[in-house]
T-cell receptor, first 116, second 114 residues
Framework: GAVVSQHPSRVICKSGTSVKIECRSL??????MFWYRQFPKKSLMLMAT?????????EQGVEKDKFLINHASLTLSTLTVTSAHPEDSSFYIC????????????FGPGTRLTVL | AQTVTQSQPEMSVQEAETVTLSCTYD???????LFWYKQPPSRQMILVIR??????QNATENRFSVNFQKAAKSFSLKISDSQLGDTAMYFC???????????FGTGTRLQVFP
């Protein structure tokens, strides 16, 4: 149990376009979902926290108009990178938590975004 | 501010040997959770082990065990009988009791040699 999927796993886009990444909890209802960014050989940097039906809470320094997060249901959150630029190229990881799991987060497999 | 420090960027160990990865953290909270996550080359984050701060007994999961020293704010991971499949990045993480957020350390890259 506690499987999280992400789609797509890999995306290449042109500069100026928008890209949407989906994160789904497949076999449980997630009370909270998280979006991280990871640079090569670096740790995970939390971008935002989202709860179903409410606005996401962004970490300091993360542009909320650039990285749009929608948490439409207890099993789906989306991250849209708007007007992507090469510096947005990175590995994006989502995770989900549920109330009963002592703060444990279940991670998706990640999405590699390359902006040309 | 709550921080997590992993002072070993890279470690190596021979197959079947034991290795210990270090982690220290800083917090004023009394109740919290600590985790070790593994990130193999596939980049899928996998939970290795979890410790609740209110429990004095060190957590153990098969070949993985922790040495939790609350007063020293230390949470090291011991891997016994290392296997080639243990080769990965290992992240120590801290989560306050009143939030689901995880604060990650910078990671330790572990290489297991045959």
């Amino acid at each position: 149990g506690a499987v999280v999927s992400q789609h797509p796993s890999r995306v290449i886009c042109k500069s100026g376009t928008s890209v949407k990444i989906e994160c789904r909890s497949l076999d449980f209802q997630a009370t909270t979902m998280f979006w991280y960014r990871q640079f090569p050989k670096k740790s995970l940097m939390l971008m935002a926290t989202s709860n179903e039906g409410s606005k996401a809470t962004y970490e300091q320094g993360v542009e909320k108009d650039k990285f749009l997060i929608n948490h439409a249901s207890l099993t789906l959150s989306t991250l849209t990178v708007t007007s992507a630029h090469p510096e947005d190229s990175s590995f994006y990881i989502c995770s989900a938590s549920r109330t009963s799991d002592y703060n444990e987060q279940f991670f998706g497999p990640g999405t590699r975004l390359t902006v040309l | 501010a709550q921080t997590v420090t992993q002072s070993q960027p890279e470690m190596s160990v021979q197959e079947a040997e034991t290795v210990t990865l270090s982690c220290t953290y800083d917090t004023s909270e009394n109740n919290y959770y600590l985790f070790w996550y593994k990130q193999p080359p596939s980049r899928q984050m996998i939970l290795v082990i979890r410790q609740e701060a209110y429990k004095q007994q060190n957590a153990t999961e098969n070949r993985f065990s922790v040495n939790f020293q609350k007063a020293a704010k230390s949470f090291s991971l011991k891997i016994s009988d290392s296997q080639l499949g243990d080769t990965a990045m290992y992240f120590c993480a801290f989560s306050p009791d009143n939030t689901d957020k995880l604060i990650f350390g910078t990671g330790t890259r572990l290489q297991v040699f045959p």
